[in-house]
């Protein structure tokens, strides 16, 4: 079994800056790809970023590349989202996820959510 706690969420003006993390424990593959998701009120939930667990492949969603980075520290398995120049559509429930193979065709663990809100 595997547990994803998130946490770094908060209230940010826009413009701000704020960094997510994703702390995983339990039996995790070295194949893995780690994701980051996000729902907003009323919409459904959308992809966000992923990264696989070499660090050799990043994949980013159109509306935050150049704002969003994501890392990740396999010593902690941990997984950031650094998130700058925040904007009040960047309003949402933000959940990371773990692909145990690798493959991108679903994700197996959820985190419980952390909030993120972006005052305009």
């Known amino acids: 079994q595997v547990q994803l706690v998130e946490s770094g969420g908060g209230l940010v003006q826009a413009g701000g800056s704020l960094r997510l993390s994703c702390a995983a424990s339990g039996r995790i593959f070295s194949s893995y790809v780690m994701g980051w998701f996000r729902q907003a009120p009323g919409k459904e939930r959308e992809f966000v970023a992923a990264i696989r667990w070499s660090g050799d492949r990043i994949y980013y969603a159109q509306s935050v590349k150049g704002r969003f980075t994501i890392s990740r520290d396999n010593a902690k398995n941990t997984v950031y989202l650094q998130m700058n120049s925040l904007k009040p559509e960047d309003t949402a429930v933000y959940y990371c996820?773990?692909?145990?193979?690798?493959?991108?065709?679903?994700?197996?663990?959820w985190g419980q959510g952390t909030q993120v809100t972006v005052s305009s």
């Open positions: 996820a773990l692909d145990q193979d690798g493959l991108m065709r679903s994700y197996d663990y």
